[in-house]
């Protein structure tokens, strides 16, 4: 399927989704500035990155059994290598940017019962690659099922067309409602990267809520003409694992705060040809960030 093919699919499902009848449009807008500091590499030099994740998203209810929803994410990383030795010696990439498109189609087939369906385009790559070199696409679905008031347990799976890859990955959805103000949930939305993990959260009131998670990310991205694997495609693999204090501000401000460490880091490269280059651990960062959430 050509990208002209792929992006006039996606349009076909936008006019639907937001020209159907719908008792109402719900918008947010998030924008999250994310530095992790310096960390060490396992073969010489060192590691930092500056992250701004940027969220933009549309849900509606289209009756009492259908919604929909469509997310434009856009995330620019700038990637800072210091010293001489190993991977670091390399600077194999600076910045990457990452477009992606996500839509959701949630089926309520009963009070206990939920299916969401959610087909991703994304772009991943340094400046100057060409759109079709540096594109998945794929869906992942998953299934919820409310075994009591305070429980729902759910399993799902991924499937996608990566860079120069396919990946099959499954996943396990939760939402326990452990006390009146304990709650167990996935934090993150299930995207090309993998799994989303699990967070645990305590709701003091008052708007006030603070939160221990970790979850896993992995996610490719195209090369340019560099001098180390010209058009080859790089790799980044890390857990994170925070800390959140939030805060809301009625129904249309929200605010969090994270702090943690992204553990167990790997980089690695392969060229054009799918061939493995170089690949390099990194000790535990700290991270820092954070989010701020408008809805309309």
């Avoid at 939402?175 to 645990?200: D, F, M, V, Y």
């Amino acid at each position: 399927m050509s990208v002209k093919s792929r992006y006039l699919i996606l349009s076909i499902l936008f006019f639907i989704i937001f020209t159907s009848p719908a008792s109402a449009l719900d918008t947010s807008f998030s924008v999250t500035p994310l530095y992790q500091g310096d960390t060490d590499m396992d073969g010489g030099g060192e590691l930092s990155v500056d992250r701004n994740i940027f969220r933009l998203g549309f849900n509606q209810e289209v009756n009492d059994t259908f919604k929909t929803g469509i997310k434009f994410s856009y995330d620019v990383e700038d990637y800072e290598f210091a010293g001489n030795s190993g991977f670091a010696g390399l600077s194999p990439w600076d910045t990457i940017n990452r477009i992606g498109v996500d839509l959701d189609f949630k089926y309520i087939f009963s009070d206990a019962l939920n299916i969401v369906v959610s087909p991703s385009l994304y772009f991943a790559a340094e400046s100057g690659v060409d759109l079709n070199d540096g594109l998945t696409y794929g869906v992942s679905t998953f299934a919820m099922y409310r075994y009591r008031k305070d429980l729902m347990l759910g399993a799902g799976f991924g499937a996608f067309r990566d860079i120069e890859e396919k990946r099959f990955f499954p996943f396990l959805m939760i939402h326990w409602q452990i006390t009146e103000k304990l709650r167990l949930s996935n934090p993150l939305r299930t995207i090309p990267a993998g799994p989303a993990g699990l967070e645990l959260a305590y709701n003091f009131g008052k708007q006030w809520e603070a939160a221990f998670g970790a979850t896993y990310r992995s996610y490719r991205f195209r090369l340019d003409n560099n001098d180390v694997a010209p058009e080859g495609v790089g790799q980044v693999d890390f857990i994170p694992v925070f800390a959140r204090l939030s805060k809301g501000f009625g129904k249309r401000l929200n605010i969090d705060l994270y702090a943690g460490s992204f553990a167990d880091g790997k980089l690695s490269i392969e060229n054009e040809d799918g061939n493995d280059i170089a690949s390099d651990h990194y000790d535990p960062a700290p991270m820092i960030g954070l989010s701020l959430t408008a809805r309309f």
